[in-house]
Structures are given as C-alpha cells and as structure tokens.
C-alpha cells in the first residue's frame, strides 16, 4: 500500500472518511480477476480496490488522478450489497482506443424528456443475438426502473487518456428495483464485467448507434 503523505481534498466529508480508510486499513484483499482479451492490451491498471474500500494505487497515477479515483470513479461506482454497482475493480487509463457497449431505452422517459442513450455503465462486449433481455438483466443487474425496453445499442470509442473502472456487478435488491419478484443476485463468478465512465460528457468520443439484436 501507498503511505505517503495523504493527498488534499475538497472538504467533502465522505471523501474524508473514504480516504480515512484507505490509509489506515491494511490490504485485505484485491480485485483478482483478469483483464479481458480484447482490452487488456489498450489499457494500464492505475490502482485496484475491494469491497472494503482499499484502495492500492500505482505508482503510474498522478496527483490528479488520485482525486479524480477516489472522489469520482470509486466514490460513485463502489456500492454496498443490494444497491448495484461493483463491488471490487480496477482503474483502468486507456493508451488505446477501444470499444465499449451500451444497451438502452431508445423512448425518452416522460419525466426527463431524455432517454439514457449515455450514462455511466458499459462493457467492452458488444450484445450478441440470441441472447434474451431477461438474460442481458442477469448478467449485468439491469432492472426494469434503471433500463425498461433494452431495445437499442450504442458503441462509444474513447481516446486514450480517460479514466475508466472495471469490476463484477454487485447484486440489486427487489426494493431497488421497485418491481415485486425483481431481483439480481451479484457476478460472484466474474464472468460478466462492467465498465463504469464517470462523467461521460467531459470525455472526448466516438459514438455510433443500432438496433439492439
């Protein structure tokens, strides 16, 4: 583990006590699972954490990235059992480009007036056919509330530079999903990894949408 100086932040007690924790717990345990194939080699691990909120950068992470890790990727990632999210990952800087999926509800929600065509949950497999919508839900914790049609897909190819997270989907309660008998069990096996993209809009890509198959 790193233990030098604490690096300064906004005063945001939750960032505090985050980082209260990072530097006095000892690694527990790490996110073990392999990078994919198809990006393992357009990225660099910056730092991993587990589901105790240790973090362990690299040496590779600057000033700037440390804050924008703790405060903006893990902070909003990160979730506790029930509530979604991951529950482990890593921090990944993209060298080269890649893409990343997004299946969506193509009609706007009536309360926005926006669909959710971007946001902050990816992954780097593109949906293949065959594969049902109630299948997609399992592998990736997708309720109906967060995603209800599934109906459309978009590819975004980000340039290197960005920060992205990478880790197994933590499970999703049928409270959280507001629908009765609606629940997902969380990606114990590691088989179906999510990417989080905190802040979508600052990143600089390339997008191009389709129909869902």
């Known amino acids: 583990?790193?233990?030098?100086?604490?690096?300064?932040?906004?005063?945001?007690?939750?960032i505090i006590a985050t980082l209260a924790l990072i530097l006095v717990l000892p690694v527990l345990s790490r996110a073990d699972f392999p990078l994919p194939d198809e990006i393992v080699d357009n990225v660099e691990i910056i730092a991993t954490f587990d589901?105790?909120?240790?973090?362990?950068?690299?040496e590779k992470a600057g000033y700037a990235e440390q804050q924008h890790?703790?405060?903006n990727l893990i902070g909003n990632a990160l979730k506790t059992e029930g509530k979604g999210g991951v529950y482990?990952?890593?921090?990944?800087?993209?060298?080269?480009?890649?893409?990343?999926?997004?299946?969506?509800?193509?009609?706007?929600?009536?309360?926005?007036?926006?669909?959710?065509?971007?946001?902050?949950?990816?992954t780097h497999v593109p949906p293949a056919k065959g594969i049902s919508?109630?299948?997609?839900?399992?592998r990736y914790e997708i309720c109906e509330s967060f995603n209800h049609d599934l109906d459309?897909?978009?590819?975004?190819?980000?340039?290197?530079?960005?920060?992205?997270?990478?880790?197994?989907?933590?499970?999703?309660t049928e409270?959280?999903?507001?629908?009765?008998?609606e629940s997902y069990a969380s990606d114990t096996k590691k088989e179906n990894l999510q990417i989080?993209?905190?802040?979508?809009?600052?990143?600089?890509?390339?997008?191009?949408?389709?129909?869902?198959?």
């Open 1 to 14: 583990m790193n233990r030098k100086a604490p690096f300064l932040f906004p005063a945001n007690t939750t």
């Open 51 to 58: 589901s105790k909120q240790v973090v362990t950068p690299t």
């Open 69 to 71: 890790i703790y405060a």
């Open 88 to 122: 482990e990952g890593k921090v990944l800087k993209v060298k080269k480009t890649f893409p990343i999926f997004r299946v969506y509800t193509k009609r706007e929600n009536p309360q926005t007036g926006r669909n959710n065509r971007l946001g902050g949950w990816w």
């Open 133 to 138: 919508k109630s299948d997609y839900r399992r």
């Open 152 to 172: 459309r897909v978009v590819q975004c190819r980000i340039y290197p530079g960005a920060l992205l997270l990478i880790g197994p989907g933590q499970s999703v």
């Open 175 to 181: 409270d959280l999903c507001a629908k009765p008998g």
């Open 196 to 213: 989080f993209v905190f802040d979508m809009y600052n990143h600089s890509f390339q997008i191009r949408d389709a129909l869902a198959p």
